[in-house]
């Protein structure tokens, strides 16, 4: 082989090692979060298995879930919860719990709150996010509703917490005595300075309204972003995941989580004998689902 041959030969070697390096090195900088809730049979089971292999995919940012306010973490107090993830290399930016209000019982309620704040600071994190709230979709008791995350949101701030409300499909319907739709009350009856949202971009999707124009509708008030489709991340082609991620780094937001739903075909999947899935089984098949949602968000140009 020629000399010059050689040389073109060895250059373009040298360029394509230096762009996947590259590559590499730019998708090990993202900051790829996880809602710990979409493996939470796995994390019942074995909380540090389950970090560890999600750490090893590449998320290093997690949501948490403390349904009906356990003050454990997985069962774990908070500090040892927090130590698992420090040592994986993952931080905490978040929670899932919720309380309803109950007339009578304020000072019981409020209690409660303080407790799950407490916990929340004592893992680092920085939202507090209500996930669902039961309410009757009128005027007076929505923003009954609105009044009640105010009150919340002004105790979270104490704990250096920033209290978020998520939505499902549903909070995009009209309210039953108003042409306001339910969620866009939400947003323009609550405080700024006390309660942010977490969008989530599926359920919004499916609500028939658009991510992107309310990114553009209310740049400040949604702060964080559940990065979810009908199971992978981006295969569905239903989630107009780039220009959300454009809209929201426009805003000056960053933090997003992936959540992971396990969907009816696969809770219904049956194996060759007709026997149902174990839960095992579904575990797996979700671990795999973040592993490949994780992939194309490392390789997506538009996520930073």
């Known amino acids: 082989m020629e000399r010059n041959s050689i040389f073109k030969v060895f250059s373009i070697l040298v360029v394509a090692i230096l762009l996947i390096k590259s590559e590499a090195v730019f998708a090990k900088d993202k900051k790829i ?82 407790q799950l704040f407490e916990i929340q600071k004592a893992c680092g994190g920085k939202y507090f996010i209500i ?15 609105c009044d009640y995350f105010n009150r919340m949101g002004k105790i979270a701030a104490e704990y250096g917490l920033k209290l978020g409300y998520h939505n499902h499909a549903s909070e995009y319907n009209k309210l039953k005595d108003s042409d306001d739709v339910m969620w866009e009350y939400l947003v323009e009856h609550t405080d700024p300075e006390l309660v942010c949202f977490e969008l989530d971009v599926y359920w919004c999707t499916i609500g028939g309204k658009s991510p992107v124009v309310y990114l553009q509708k209310y740049p400040k008030r949604i702060q964080i972003l559940h990065i979810k489709d009908e199971f992978v991340i981006g295969e569905s082609g239903l989630i107009d995941f780039e220009n959300i991620f454009k809209q929201f780094y426009k ?51 538009f996520v930073k």
């Not at 996930?131 to 509703?145: A, D, F, K, L």
Request: hydrophobic share 30%; proline share 3%.
């Open 33 to 114: 979060g996880i809602q710990l809730y979409s493996v939470m049979d796995a994390m019942k089971k074995d909380p540090q298995t389950s970090i560890n292999r999600l750490t090893r995919m590449g998320y290093n940012v997690f949501e948490l879930v403390q349904w009906g306010g356990d003050p454990n973490v997985f069962g774990m107090p908070a500090n040892e919860f927090k130590s698992i993830c420090n040592q994986s290399g993952a931080e905490i930016i978040s929670t899932h719990s919720s309380i309803q209000e109950e007339i009578g019982k304020e000072n019981e309620i409020m209690n409660r709150w303080r």
């Open 131 to 145: 996930p669902s709230y039961q309410v009757n979709y009128t005027v007076t008791e929505v923003q009954r509703m």
């Open 251 to 301: 805003n000056k937001m960053n933090d997003y989580v992936v959540e992971i739903e396990t969907p009816k075909k696969l809770r219904e999947k049956t194996n060759v004998d007709g026997s149902v899935y174990t839960s095992e089984q579904i575990m797996e098949e979700i671990f795999e689902a973040a592993h490949k949602s994780i992939e194309y968000l490392k390789k997506a140009k």
